[in-house]
């Protein structure tokens, strides 16, 4: 909670020290959406994990055409697949295949934008992510040893962003639709993998790999001449 606590006010000091440095106006941003999830480095393939991608977000103007932008999110990662055969292990367990992971993450994400007349635009920039939940199922069954606590996991993700954001309908041109691309720039784990008889395999770095699809609400924008016309 303290660690929650503390990327808020980060947030909040970082936006006055923007406002401060120039002077502009800032535009605040409502966000909602869904992620399509897979961890690069593990034996699930696929970007079949839905997740909720949502939160806050305040956007500087920096001259005509560029814009500097700060958000919090909740966003929730991980992956999925579904059992696709049944079989047992030399213990004796059932094997079916099945893989869930889920990983919920307090995050902020900083970029740079550019805007082409207030229609579409594109951004690049980084994100740090703090995690704040983690879940994982193998075969069909909890795994008790991956807990936020357990050090299976690094609590840190620091991912690079593109993204492209455009209007939907020049009657809502506070509305906007977002598509999100985010990559791990360091491993959230190393994982030893074994055979079904037990014997060790291979040793994977993974990473989280993240489809973003959203909707953008700005509060206070100023609609453009042609759409007040």
């Known amino acids: 909670m ?19 440095a120039f002077g502009q106006r800032i535009k605040a941003e409502v966000i909602a959406g869904m992620n399509l999830s897979q961890v690069d480095g593990d034996l699930a393939y696929g970007f079949y994990k839905a997740g909720i991608n949502a939160g806050l977000g305040a956007i500087v103007p920096i001259g005509k055409n560029f814009s500097f932008s700060l958000e919090t999110l909740y966003n929730q990662k991980g992956a999925y697949q579904g059992p696709f055969y049944a079989d047992t292990n030399s213990l004796g367990n059932l094997l079916t295949g099945m893989y869930k992971l889920n990983i919920d993450y307090l995050e902020v994400p900083v970029l740079v934008q550019y805007t082409d007349k207030d229609i579409i635009g594109a951004g690049l920039g980084v994100s740090y992510g703090r995690m704040v939940r983690v879940k994982e199922y193998e075969h069909d069954t909890l795994n008790r040893f991956t807990t936020l606590n357990s050090g299976v996991y690094n609590h840190d993700d620091f991912n690079v962003i593109f993204d492209v954001r455009f209007r939907i309908h020049k009657k809502l041109p506070r509305l906007k639709f977002n598509a999100r691309y985010a990559y791990s720039i360091a491993k959230i784990r190393t994982r030893d993998f074994y055979t079904k008889s037990g014997v060790y395999d291979v040793t994977r770095e993974q990473y989280n790999n993240l489809i973003s699809l959203r909707l953008i609400y700005v509060l206070n924008e100023k609609a453009p001449l042609s759409t007040k016309k």
Do not use: A, C, D, Y
Request: aromatic share 16%; no cysteine.
């Open 2 to 20: 303290i660690k929650r606590l503390f990327l808020l006010l980060l947030m909040f000091h970082s936006v006055m020290w923007i406002e401060r």
